[in-house]
């Protein structure tokens, strides 16, 4: 099981990025997948979450409404749209599956001016 996550960058502050984690060794139709991020000094933060299979999607309330989660089951990439982001989006994020417990190797997201 792999997970490869890419499409982190610097942006200003109400840019746009879109997150990919490139899935390998697992079928992602049949799996729940979620985004999270560690901040400097922060704790870890579950972003989002996505049920392949049914499309159930959850998020944590300091993103609600800007970011969005979504699947690719013929790619078998996860996505995570970043919209109207914020200084304190500023973090690693981490691409998750839970039912093996792997971690991708993290994207650095910098919002500043």
């Known amino acids: 099981v792999q997970l490869v996550e890419s499409g982190g960058g610097l942006v200003q502050p109400g840019g746009s990025l879109r997150l990919s984690c490139a899935a390998s060794?697992?079928?992602?139709?049949?799996?729940?997948m979620s985004w999270y991020r560690q901040a400097p000094g922060k704790e870890g933060e579950l972003v989002a979450t996505?049920?392949?299979?049914?499309?159930?999607?959850q998020y944590a309330d300091s993103v609600k409404g800007r970011f969005t989660i979504s699947s690719d089951n013929v790619k078998n990439t996860v996505y995570l749209q970043m919209n109207s982001l914020k200084p304190e989006d500023t973090a690693v994020y981490y691409c998750?599956?839970?039912?093996?417990?792997?971690w991708g190797q993290g994207t650095q997201v910098t919002v500043s001016s």
């Open positions: 998750f599956a839970p039912r093996w417990n792997s």
């Open positions: 060794g697992f079928t992602l139709s049949r799996s729940i």
């Open positions: 996505i049920t392949s299979a049914g499309g159930i999607t």
